[in-house]
């Protein structure tokens, strides 16, 4: 079959650990040029080294995401250095849980939420929207969340910041009418991410646990305490609890890894057993 990973030139943005690093590894190793962009120096250099290590093709440039001429200027070094930019993923992100009775400890957390989760896919989008259309093709990939599904207590502001991450990739996907390809990826709780350093208030998660809050947090801090050897723990069970981030990594590259005339528009990736009521 064809291998519609190889050779493609996919800028990947919070690419200094964690999930954007995995994508990076992975695509390098399927052939893919890859353009790392983080405002983690170090970071973007470990990752680089571990693409470079494995046989991959890796650069980097430090870049933070709400800066509209740094992302400009990240595409730009993905296009004088391989010719184009062929895939975006708009992947930085955080999450700052809280309530709103949380506000004096939160705002300024959800001020950044509002800036890197959305401003930074908007400049993303933008920044890879004229060399696309000149190109004639291209993909952007957001990383959204189930949280911009429905409106829950403790997510109000990443919630929101989530849902309009999924209004401006459907407004790009009808805008562009199939030059630009638009896929929007949902993941459920991922803990190994380290996404969850972010939460304000740690009991703002019974939004998207509801009913079995209890039952969750006790089998979660069970795992991460490796005291569970069972069935919520292995991937081939249908009890599978806790979503290794490699499998949303998966998810990313089977996107990329399509003709250019079939995108994959919205993916949510869950395990089986997670128990989130959303």
């Known amino acids: ?15 200094a650990g964690g999930f954007g690093r995995l994508v990076s590894q992975k695509a390098a190793a399927r052939g893919a040029n890859v353009v790392c962009g983080d405002v983690n120096e170090e970071g973007l250099a470990e990752t680089v080294k571990l693409v470079a290590d494995a046989g991959g093709k890796a650069s980097a440039r430090v870049t933070d995401v709400t800066d509209l001429a740094a992302m400009k200027a990240l ?75 429905f409106p829950v207590v403790g997510a109000a502001v990443y919630g929101a910041t989530k849902s309009a991450v999924n209004f401006l990739s459907e407004s790009l996907r009808v805008e562009a009418a199939g030059r630009i390809k638009v896929t929007i990826i949902k993941p459920t709780g991922v803990p190994a991410t380290g996404l969850g350093g972010a939460i304000v208030n740690p009991e703002a998660v019974v939004g998207i646990l509801g009913q079995n809050t209890a039952a969750y947090i006790g089998s979660m801090t069970a795992i991460l305490e490796g005291q569970v050897q069972d069935d919520r ?10 979503l290794d981030p490699a499998y949303i990594a998966d998810a990313v590259i089977m996107a990329i890894d399509q003709p250019w005339g079939v995108s994959l528009g919205d993916i949510t990736i869950r395990a089986a057993g997670d128990a989130y009521i959303l």
């Open 1 to 15: 079959m064809t291998d519609h990973v190889k050779g493609k030139t996919i800028v990947i943005t919070g690419a």
């Open 75 to 149: 595409v730009a070094h993905a296009v004088a250095t391989h010719g184009a930019v062929d895939v975006m993923i708009n992947n930085a992100g955080i999450m700052p849980l809280a309530f709103f009775a949380d506000h004096a400890a939160a705002s300024a957390a959800w001020s950044k939420c509002i800036d890197i989760n959305i401003k930074g896919v908007m400049n993303g989008i933008i920044a890879a929207y004229d060399p696309m259309m000149a190109q004639g093709r291209g993909h952007v990939i957001n990383i959204s969340s189930i949280y911009g599904n």
């Open 233 to 242: 723990i292995n991937p081939d069970s249908t009890a599978y609890a806790v």
